[in-house]
């Protein structure tokens, strides 16, 4: 039943009110319980079902979760450089490292779908596609850019550290090691105590992680399940 607004004046609402009831009753039949019983089943069944009520699908994973690599190692030669090139993941982080025995880089950043794009914690960068057992790209330090392409690795081959302090200053080492197509192996690295470049020892071939002697030190390299997770 409609209301009419305070406005009116109370004599001309009753009158008003009186008129609108008795038209109501002529206007409208009574309604059929069973009827409306009915009409209200009808209506609940169907229903539309709302954004709410709807079951949802789960997401699917992207292309970049279903091919995100666990683990994976290359190493490579630089073309027109001389130097060896490394890279390697773990759960779709990865690390790089540049050396020709003078000059050397480190890398860092992450793998997504078929690619990885690793920065330099200094300068420089590294673009590489992932795929036919290699890595292939391009390694840019210094304003200048070369080409590589980095084959799997397994070990001994691939990338090793190793950190000490050796009378009171720094000392940090990396290698790269790739096997050699007639056999044994190619070993390039580089060393700095306190950030100046000092002789690098030469790892253990039988056994790289095997623990080195530096001015009185012991020195322990290791391959890269020990430190990645720190240079990220």
Known sequence: MSRLGPVITLAAGAVLAAGLG???IIATPAADPTTAAADNGNDAAEAPATEENSAQPSPSPTKSEERRIEKADYAGRVKGNGALIAVSIRDGKAIGYFCDGRTEAWFKGSQSADQVNLKGLAAGTITARLGDGQAKGSVSLGGKKWSFVAPTV???SGLYRATAIVRGATYKAGWIRVKNPNGGYTTVG???Q???QVPVPELNDAQPTAPLTVDGTTLQPEDV???IEEMQ
Request: no cysteine.
């Open 190 to 192: 580089a060393a700095t």
């Open 194 to 196: 306190n950030g100046t």
């Open 225 to 227: 399940d020990g430190f």
């Open 154 to 156: 397994v070990k001994p």
């Open 22 to 24: 008795v038209a109501s």
